[in-house]
Nanobody
Framework: QVQLVEFGGGLVQPGGSLRLSCAAS????????VGWFRQAPGKEREGVSC????????YYAESVKGRFTISRDDAKNTVYLQMNSLKPEDTAVYYC?????????????????WGQGTQVTVSS
């Protein structure tokens, strides 16, 4: 059974940091690109970041460049999203996702499997 589970969300003050984890089970994550998306209330789901299957290529939305870092540990079958200098506008439910043919990393319909999401709230 293919499953993705996110960990690490929570409440943090502006300027703070969080690290999200996306743990896979039922398949070997190393062969797939993995993306992070987020969805704020009343807004569409947006692509935040993506890492290629080999880990050699990473992608970021302009809004998070320089603040977020995506990485993967294939030995742990896990992908991470390190989020620094968090802003209130980063508040959203964050999802990780993967798929066999991710041609456009920021488009959700290229991803086949999704986690249940983890809430990130940035507020003082």
């Amino acid at each position: 059974q293919v499953q993705l589970v996110e960990f690490g969300g929570g409440l943090v003050q502006p300027g703070g940091s969080l690290r999200l984890s996306c743990a896979a089970s039922g398949f070997t994550l190393r062969y797939y690109a993995v993306g992070w998306f987020r969805q704020a209330p009343g807004k569409e789901r947006e692509g935040v970041s993506c890492i290629s299957s080999a880990g050699s290529t990473t992608y970021y939305a302009e809004s998070v460049k320089g603040r977020f870092t995506i990485s993967r540990d294939d030995a742990k079958n896990t992908v991470y999203l390190q989020m620094n200098s968090l802003k209130p506008e980063d508040t959203a439910v964050y999802y990780c996702a993967t798929g066999e043919r991710v041609h456009m990393w920021y488009m959700a319909n290229f991803y086949d499997y999704w986690g249940q999401g983890t809430q990130v709230t940035v507020s003082s």
